[in-house]
């Protein structure tokens, strides 16, 4: 059974950090690409950033670009987003997601984990 869980959310003031972190389990995970997600209250959801199997290949929103870092541990089957200088427009409810760079039909959600930054 594959399961993908996020964990690091939480309250920060402006300008603080948080590292959040994705495990994955059940799945070869050095075959899957792994994107971060957000979904701010009452608009769409939205691309954060990614990073490629071999950690060779990882893109931001323009948005987070010099703010955030992904980077992943394969030896874990995790990945981790660094978020440094956060803003209250970073606000939202992250996800992870994992596609299999084998077949784009084989993806998989976590259920999330809540960042809020306000002062």
């Known amino acids: 059974q594959v399961q993908i869980v996020e964990s690091g959310g939480g309250l920060v003031q402006p300008g603080g950090s948080l590292r959040l972190a994705c495990a994955a389990s059940g799945l070869t995970f050095s075959a899957y690409l792994i994107t971060w997600h957000r979904h701010p209250l009452e608009k769409e959801r939205e691309f954060v950033a990614s990073i490629s199997p071999d950690k060779k290949t990882t893109e931001y929103r323009g948005g987070v670009l010099g703010r955030f870092t992904i980077s992943r541990d394969n030896t874990k089957s995790t990945v981790y987003l660094q978020m440094t200088g956060l803003k209250p427009e970073d606000t939202a409810v992250y996800y992870c997601?994992?596609?299999?760079?084998?077949?784009?039909?084989?993806?998989?959600w976590g259920q999330g984990t809540q960042v809020t930054v306000s002062s």
């Open positions: 997601q994992a596609t299999n760079t084998d077949n784009e039909l084989d993806v998989y």
